[in-house]
């Protein structure tokens, strides 16, 4: 159909040619000439070819001017070779090139530049100069295609913004993208997402050629806090999830230690022990004092002179800290009764409870060991916990010489509501008892005794002020809970080993987390609080791991430490 539409094109322009040339010529020279092509054919070649296809030629040709520019900019483009009808011309260095000798009828034109998409448009000339075109070239994009899975548990992050010059995109719910429209060349491939560090990667893309990125792991938002000696000395140091970025949080002082980090509620505080001012003790050993900082590293502070120092933690709403001191005893009281003087002072007396207030930095005082002697005689405080709110503060004395100020006692935070709740002591765990500890709910404090040759358990309730008789005494777990997971973690002793275990608050649907034991601390992190991190500490290392919730997640280890993990800073 094409051909016969060519045709008839032709012989109507025929028709018109010849009518043009007998009116100039007349019809005389029209007929002598008609006779030379007609006889003469052998000679001059066919219609397509000879005579007549040169004269028809120039009589049906076009002349056209193109320009080539950057679609972006702008701007004129120099050497871009421009096809139409088998013909190939470069822009001079005004974007230009001018076809002379086209055929009026419809021409393809094809522009074809690296860097640039190729062109391609079909234009009807006419004979004559013809108008103008403008050729707007655009810069040549590609596909990359990839996959954003978590870190930490390998699960698809959906809805991840995954950006390009040229193209942006989400990731679906499987976790996969399609960016399309991304300029050639070395772009970088930008990945964020909520709670994820950026991902950044520069790839190399050729015109029409799909890019594959396969998965991409995005790390999470969080830096460990521990302790490390990398250099010959104990500093506070923190990195991110997969070990990266690891460095101190503040510089130790050249020569001393750092050490024992305890990190606020609100993760921008750190109080810690530091020997930085090296002095000794009468026993020639260097003095630790304790010290706060922020996570800045920038607020530095020395906050008492007290030694022989037990950190014990910070209230709940941040308020405050917590923490005991003590002086080694020459001998006295029980001490001196039944062990010999050598031995004496291997024993620490617990002489005084007190609290850091946050802001201001200031200490007070809330127990003395002094306050339940009468005369020399000795007193021993320990075994110290805080209720989940800390609201209330409990802690064991024992008189050895004036039972009746032995007991459990409780107190409030601000040194107010003192009272006795039991007239035993607590067993220590060298008496094979447990620690003094709170309920859940911090209504009700349990805690082993020996009463008449036998072991056994109590609880107390706070609001009743009433003691009773249980048959065993709750597990002391080292726990935490996340709202965001409505899970409860902490480490429990099954089978020899120390491992983290979860459930729903109220205990059920336990499961184990870990299994290869040594585990000391552990705490919520990630994303809506998805993974667990936690310190080991076993006779081959003591490192940080990371573990997802997912069931089936694998442990990660992130990095080796000393001791003293605080926690996770969020950012």
Not at 25 to 45: E, Q, S, T, V
Not at 165 to 193: N, Y
Not at 283 to 303: A, R
Not at 427 to 456: C, H, I, L, P
Request: proline residues 3%.
């Amino acid at each position: 159909m094409e051909e016969k539409v060519r045709h008839d094109s032709l012989w109507t322009d025929l028709r018109h040619f010849f009518h043009h040339l007998s009116l100039k010529i007349g019809r005389k020279g029209f007929l002598i000439l008609l006779f030379i092509a007609l006889f003469g054919g052998a000679a001059l070649g066919g219609w397509k070819t000879g005579f007549w296809a040169r004269i028809y030629r120039g009589y049906n040709q076009a002349a056209i001017m193109v320009v080539v520019e950057d679609s972006q900019t702008g701007r004129l483009l120099l050497g871009v070779p421009v096809e139409a009808d088998g013909q190939v011309l470069e822009t001079d260095e005004g974007g230009k090139v001018f076809f002379e000798e086209l055929p009026a009828r419809e021409v393809t034109f094809k522009v074809s530049l690296p860097g640039f998409k190729d062109f391609f448009q079909t234009v009807r000339l006419k004979r004559g100069p013809n108008k103008e075109l403008v050729f707007s070239l655009q810069i040549a994009t590609s596909e990359v295609v990839g996959e954003a899975t978590d870190y930490v548990d390998g699960a698809p992050i959906a809805e991840a913004k995954v950006a390009a010059p040229g193209g942006q995109t989400t990731t679906g719910k499987d976790g996969k993208f399609v960016l399309e429209e991304v300029i050639v060349g070395t772009p970088e491939i930008t990945i964020s997402k909520d709670g994820y560090f950026e991902f950044r990667q520069t790839v190399e893309l050729s015109k029409n050629v799909v890019e594959e990125m396969g998965e991409i792991k995005l790390l999470a938002k969080g830096r460990v806090v521990f302790v490390s000696n990398r250099d010959g000395k104990n500093a506070i140091y923190w990195a991110k999830l997969d070990g990266s970025g690891l460095g101190k949080t503040w510089e130790n002082k050249a020569g001393f230690d750092d050490t024992t980090p305890y990190l606020s509620p609100d993760k921008q505080k750190i109080i810690f022990l530091s020997n930085r001012d090296n002095q000794k003790g009468e026993y020639g050993d260097i003095q630790y004092f304790l010290y706060y900082n922020d996570t800045s590293g920038e607020s530095l502070q020395k906050i008492s002179f007290d030694t022989g120092l037990r950190l014990r933690g910070w209230l709940a709403d941040g308020s405050g800290f917590v923490y005991e001191t003590y002086s080694r005893s020459e001998g006295e009281g029980w001490q001196r009764k039944i062990l010999p003087l050598a031995y004496a002072a291997m024993w620490p007396t617990y002489g005084e409870i007190k609290i850091v207030k946050v802001p201001t930095l200031t200490v007070s005082t809330l127990v003395k060991d002094s306050g339940f002697k009468v005369g020399d005689d000795y007193v021993e405080m320990r075994l110290l916990a805080l209720s989940p709110k800390s609201d209330w503060i409990a802690f064991n004395v024992e008189n050895y010489d004036v039972p009746d100020k032995t007991g459990v006692y409780l107190i409030h935070p601000d040194g107010t509501g003192r009272r006795r709740i039991s007239t035993y002591a607590a067993a220590s765990y060298w008496e094979g008892g447990g620690t003094v500890g709170f309920s859940e709910d911090g209504k009700k404090v349990f805690y082993e005794q020996w009463r008449e040759g036998k072991r056994v358990c109590y609880s107390y309730d706070i609001a009743s002020d009433k003691e009773t008789k249980i048959s065993t005494c709750p597990a002391d777990r080292v726990g935490v809970y996340s709202s965001a997971q409505k899970l409860k973690a902490f480490i429990d002793y099954r089978d020899g080993k120390s491992d983290v275990y979860v459930s729903k608050k109220d205990g059920t649907s336990e499961r184990r987390v870990t299994s290869a034991g040594g585990v000391q601390e552990v705490y919520f992190a990630g994303p809506n609080d998805r993974y667990l991190v936690y310190s080991v500490s076993r006779e081959q290392e003591s490192a940080l791991y990371v573990v997802g919730l997912k069931r089936g997640s694998k442990p990660l280890k992130i990095t080796d430490i000393s001791s003293g993990f605080a926690g996770v800073v969020p950012e």
